[in-house]
Structures are given as structure tokens and as C-alpha cells.
């Protein structure tokens, strides 16, 4: 009997070599910066916006940028069409966050392994928060989409962002000999301008009369964490985890307790529970994005302006000096 396993293996086989005989195909003659793989220098492959924004600002206008999800979908759903698949195949580079997109992670270990540059062999993620805390905030552990034991919000830490991009531009030049000293260049100007946001937050979240941030989904951990603020989730990590009556009631209970103004939502989640919380409390509700895509909900066009953005709904919220 042929296992699930071994379907789905022929099945991306299957679709690989539907696409580079021709069969099916369509599409995709540019990377999503406007550079065509036939005329750039190397390929990236992302799964994700932030490992986008990285590549498209080291690699230039000598590098082709596909990025797998699409802008506004929800980056843990995210299933490959066979054009997807061959693309990982044919990359020179597949920058991705293991434990992150279950599809990514399996069409690079049957097409792409050579290829992968896993943000997960590069820094150090820290465990996944189910939502639980000392609190007893009551959250069941989630059951749907698997990061396995670590939370894959990397990209909230400036500093490891930084050391992510460094990574990357080492690869690259591997791949790409002639473009090295450039690539790393462009490493050392994204680096600087990580750091310049790290201070922004150092002294923006140094003096808050609160310190509680109350948000849809444990997705800020590592930016909680850094600047010393307490995240407070409806849920855990998983965005999809619905929570239940008695979650919502311990959190609205804490908001009451703390007298917390607001309630965090997200760009790609609906805002009913929030709404919810909001209406029981008196509290506002704000957006706080956790940068897993861009969306006309951002608070800003990209990784920089959107971390920026973050930072003054924090500030707000938090009533910083």
C-alpha cells in the first residue's frame, strides 16, 4: 500500500516534471522584484515576506526574488501549485524558515535540498509559546498547522534579522563569486539600518506606564521579549487555534484587572475577537502586525516601515514617553 508520504512525494515529482518539459506551463518569467531568472545572476526562492525584503535589498537588480506566498494570503496555509514546485526546483538559493510553510519544507526536501538555506540552521528560535502563562490564561495547546517546538517569528528581532541577512549574502556570493563584495555591502547598509530600528525601540519602549501587550496570537515573542513587555495572547502561535469562550473570558478578565487600553489584532486575522474583548472592556483596538505579509492593513509599505509602524502603535498603547 503506497502511504500519504510517498504520494504526495510522486505527486511533486509528478508535477515537476510536468513543468520543465512544458506541459502546463504558465506564467512566471520575472521574480516578483520584476528580474527574470533567464537574465539575473542567481535565483532566490522565499517563502515568506520578511526573507523577501532580505534578498530584494542584498541581492539588487542582479538577483531574481520569487516569493511563493502571495500578498495577503496567510503564509502557514500556503499549498505550491506545480509552477511553485518547479521553481524551488530550478532556484539557486530557497531561503525559508523550517517548520514555518509544511509545503515549502517538503518540495525542498524532494527538489530543492542542494539549494535550501533554512533561517532555522542559521540563528537560534526560540521554543513556540502556546499562550499559557503563570496567569493561567487559559489557552489549549494548538492543534492545527505544526511549527514543531519553535516559534518561527524570527524576523521581530532585529538582531537576528541581522544576523540572517549576513547569512544570506554568504551564500549568495558562494553561488555567486563576482557579486560577493557586493552582496555583502548591501548585508552591511540592511544591517546598519536593523540597528538604527533596534535603537528606535531601545528608547521608544524604555519609559511605559504599561508594559502588557495583549495580542491575537503568541506571534511577538521575540519582540516582547527583547524590549522587556509581557505578551498576553488570545491564543497561541497558531493563528488558526480558535479560541474558546473561556479563553476569551480569563483575557478579558486580565484587561479589566491591569486596565489595559488596547487590544491587538492582526492584518491577516479578523478582528471579531478582539472586537469582543474590546466591547467587555472599554478597551480600543489597534493593529499590530507580526510582518508575515504586506497588506493594505499594514501600517506601512515594507519590513521597515512596518517595524516602524509597530512601534508607534506600542508606544501609543503602552503610553511611553
Same mark, same amino acid.
Given at each position: ?16 516534471? !510536468? ?10 518569467? @520575472? ?15 522565499? *517563502? ?10 542584498? *541581492? ?157 496570537? @503568541? ?45 491587538? @489584532? ?40 512596518? !517595524? ?14
Amino acid at each position: 500500500m503506497r502511504t500519504r508520504t510517498s504520494v504526495r512525494a510522486a505527486s511533486l515529482g509528478a508535477a515537476i516534471a !510536468m513543468i520543465i518539459t512544458g506541459c502546463g506551463s504558465e506564467g512566471g518569467d @520575472t521574480g516578483d522584484n520584476g528580474v527574470s531568472p533567464a537574465d539575473a545572476d542567481l535565483t532566490v526562492v522565499t *517563502g515568506v515576506y520578511p526573507l523577501e525584503w532580505l534578498a530584494q535589498e542584498i *541581492g539588487g537588480d542582479t538577483t531574481a526574488v520569487v516569493q511563493l506566498t502571495e500578498p495577503g494570503a496567510e503564509p502557514h496555509d500556503l499549498e505550491l501549485t506545480g509552477r511553485q514546485i518547479a521553481e524551488v526546483s530550478e532556484a539557486d538559493i530557497v531561503f525559508h524558515v523550517g517548520g514555518l510553510q509544511p509545503a515549502v519544507d517538503e518540495a525542498v526536501d524532494q527538489e530543492g535540498e542542494d539549494a535550501s538555506l533554512d533561517v532555522a540552521d542559521i540563528v537560534s528560535l526560540r521554543p513556540a509559546d502556546d499562550g499559557e502563562d503563570e496567569d493561567d490564561h487559559a489557552h489549549e495547546e494548538d492543534d492545527g498547522h505544526d511549527h514543531g517546538e519553535h516559534d518561527p517569528h524570527f524576523w521581530l528581532d532585529v538582531d537576528l534579522m541581522a544576523e540572517t541577512a549576513e547569512a544570506l549574502a554568504e551564500r549568495m556570493g558562494e553561488v555567486n563569486p563576482e557579486g560577493a563584495d557586493t552582496y555583502r555591502q548591501e548585508a552591511e547598509r540592511v544591517t546598519g539600518e536593523l540597528a538604527a530600528i533596534g535603537e528606535e525601540y531601545e528608547q521608544g519602549l524604555s519609559s511605559c506606564e504599561h508594559r502588557e501587550v495583549v495580542v491575537g496570537h @503568541t506571534a511577538f515573542s521575540y519582540l516582547t521579549d527583547q524590549y522587556d513587555l509581557e505578551q498576553i495572547g488570545v491564543s497561541g502561535v497558531d493563528p488558526e487555534n480558535e479560541p474558546s469562550p473561556a479563553q476569551i473570558a480569563a483575557i478579558t478578565d486580565v484587561v479589566k484587572e491591569r486596565d489595559i487600553s488596547t487590544i491587538f @489584532t492582526e492584518p491577516l486575522m479578523p478582528a471579531a475577537t478582539a472586537d469582543t474583548i474590546a466591547a467587555e472592556t472599554g478597551a480600543q483596538v489597534e493593529v499590530l502586525d507580526p510582518l508575515e505579509g504586506v497588506t493594505d492593513r499594514s501600517p506601512g509599505d515594507d519590513y521597515p516601515s512596518i !517595524m516602524r509602524g509597530n512601534l508607534e502603535a506600542l508606544t501609543t498603547a503602552l503610553a511611553c514617553e
